[in-house]
Nanobody, 128 residues
Framework: QVQLVESGGGLVQPGGSLRLSCAAS????????IGWFRQAPGKERERVSCISITDGTTYYARSVQGRFTISRDKIKKTVYLEMNSLQPEDTAVYYCAGAEGYYCSGSGAALDGDYDSWGQGTQVTVSS
């Protein structure tokens, strides 16, 4: 059974930074994609980034490109989301999710609906 545990959320001022972590366990295949999604009150869930565990290929939503960086530690089975230049519109609950048997991008890329293992979420609030 796949388990994903997020950590690292909190309150930060505009322009500040946070790093989220997603510790993964229970995958049976050696290739999968980990995505970071966010959902703000009254808004649809948005995939902000993803990474393929095998080759590290990534994807970023336009709204975060240039500000967020996703990375992975294959030994620790942990995926990180470094968030810089945070703005109030980044306020949301952030979830990591897994799509086993898929890649983040390119051939064999997971669609949003293919992410079927979810963490509990961590709140990120950007406010002065």
């Amino acid at each position: 059974q796949v388990q994903l545990v997020e950590s690292g959320g909190g309150l930060v001022q505009p322009g500040g930074s946070l790093r989220l972590s997603c510790a993964a366990s229970g995958f049976t295949l050696n290739y999968y994609s980990i995505g970071w999604f966010r959902q703000a009150p009254g808004k649809e869930r948005e995939r902000v980034s993803c990474i393929s565990i095998t080759d590290g290929t990534t994807y970023y939503a336009r709204s975060v490109q240039g500000r967020f960086t996703i990375s992975r530690d294959k030994i620790k089975k942990t995926v990180y989301l470094e968030m810089n230049s945070l703005q109030p519109e980044d306020t949301a609950v952030y979830y990591c999710a897994g799509a086993e048997g898929y890649y983040c991008s390119g051939s064999g890329a997971a669609l949003d609906g293919d992410y079927d293992s979810w963490g509990q979420g961590t709140q990120v609030t950007v406010s002065s």
